[in-house]
């Protein structure tokens, strides 16, 4: 099992910047690509930004040049830096991390934290 606990969110005005925080624990060692999800009203969840366990990023087209994903593997926490924020960005944000396939389940394992709210006004 493992749990994560995000934290950063909050209002700011657009053309700011926040910085969101994932901690990990449980069986950490287990973990494969972490990444940061977010879901606005009305809309379905989409993907952020993915970063794997060796490093490789992968961003929406979206947040492109605006938001870095980052892994701090000594400390156990996932981070994404936004800036340039836009009120199209506004949505609750969601920690994700996945430990392999579940072949009993025939599915990828994941596990999801809370979600951080994050309002951009404009």
């Known amino acids: 099992q493992v749990r994560l606990v995000e934290s950063g969110g909050g209002l700011v005005q657009a053309g700011g910047s926040l910085r969101l925080s994932c901690a990990a624990s449980?069986?950490?060692?287990?973990?494969?690509?972490m990444a940061w999800y977010r879901q606005a009203p009305g809309k379905q969840r989409e993907l952020v930004a993915l970063i794997t366990s060796g490093g490789s990023t992968n961003y929406a087209d979206s947040v492109k040049g605006r938001f870095t994903i980052s892994r701090d593997n000594a400390e156990n926490t996932l981070n994404l830096q936004m800036n340039s924020l836009k009120p199209e960005d506004t949505a609750v944000y969601y920690c994700?991390?996945?430990?392999?396939?579940?072949?009993?389940?025939?599915?990828?394992?994941?596990?999801w934290g809370q979600g951080t709210q994050v309002t951009v006004s404009s």
């Open positions: 994700n991390a996945d430990t392999g396939w579940d072949h009993v389940a025939d599915a990828l394992r994941e596990y």
């Open positions: 449980g069986s950490i060692f287990s973990i494969n690509s």
